[in-house]
């Protein structure tokens, strides 16, 4: 059983810049497509960034730009760089595969962009 743990949220200032870490246990977490998902309140859970096993990436056009997603294969781990954060990125934010799998959500990290 797959078990993904986010971690890294925090208050930051908007401008300002925050890591993610996804830290996954299983040895299949190299041939997946990872993805981060948000979900800010009273609004449904998106998806603003994928990585494929080959390490090409693909992101929503509300973070193109500003946010990188990255893997880590032999550390089970994938990250999400997240720089030039406006309010609009504060939700909660979840990895898991894309598509999802609903035994792997987490319980996600908190990010709020405020001043």
């Known amino acids: 059983q797959v078990q993904l743990v986010e971690s890294g949220g925090g208050l930051v200032q908007p401008g300002g810049s925050l890591r993610l870490s996804c830290a996954a246990s299983g040895s299949i977490f190299s041939i997946k497509t990872m993805g981060w998902y948000r979900q800010a309140p009273e609004k449904q859970r998106e998806l603003v960034a994928v990585?494929?096993?080959?390490?090409?990436?693909n992101y929503a056009d509300s973070v193109k730009g500003r946010f990188t997603i990255s893997r880590d294969n032999a550390k089970n781990t994938v990250y999400l760089q997240m720089s030039s954060l406006k309010p609009e990125d504060t939700a909660v934010y979840y990895c898991n595969e894309v598509p999802p799998a609903k035994a792997y959500w987490g319980q996600g990290t908190q990010v709020t962009v405020s001043s």
């Open positions: 990585i494929i096993s080959g390490g090409r990436t």
